[in-house]
Nanobody, 125 residues
Framework: QVQLVESGGGSVQAGGSLRLSCVVSGYTDSSGCMAWFRQVPGKNREVVST????????YYSDSVKGRFTVSQDNAKNTLYLQMNSLKPDDTATYYC??????????????????WGQGTQVTVSS
């Protein structure tokens, strides 16, 4: 069975950095998309970044572009989200997701069928 396991969340001061990890097991196909989403209470889950597995093409939302970076370690079957210059508005629960469907990467949560457990990121001013 496909499983996604996240780690790396925590509490930091504004301007600090965190690196989130998403380890994928039970999935060996090179097709599909992975994504990072985040959610705060009372708001919809919003996309942070998407990563097309077959091409490594990466999308970043405007709110994080230039501060966050996605990378991949194929040997460890792991996707990373490096978060720099963190702001209080980045405070949220962050989720890793996988959509095995061949094609482009969605920027809404619906098509993603596998999710990590979520990890809390708190940025204080």
């Amino acid at each position: 069975q496909v499983q996604l396991v996240e780690s790396g969340g925590g509490s930091v001061q504004a301007g600090g950095s965190l690196r989130l990890s998403c380890v994928v097991s039970g999935y060996t196909d090179s097709s599909g998309c992975m994504a990072w989403f985040r959610q705060v209470p009372g708001k919809n889950r919003e996309v942070v970044s998407t990563f097309w597995l077959s091409t490594t093409w990466t999308y970043y939302s405007d709110s994080v572009k230039g501060r966050f970076t996605v990378s991949q370690d194929n040997a460890k079957n792991t996707l990373y989200l490096q978060m720099n210059s963190l702001k209080p508005d980045d405070t949220a629960t962050y989720y890793c997701a996988l959509d095995p469907t061949v094609g482009g990467c969605s920027r809404v949560p619906g098509p993603y069928t596998y999710w990590g457990q979520g990890t809390q990121v708190t940025v204080s001013s």
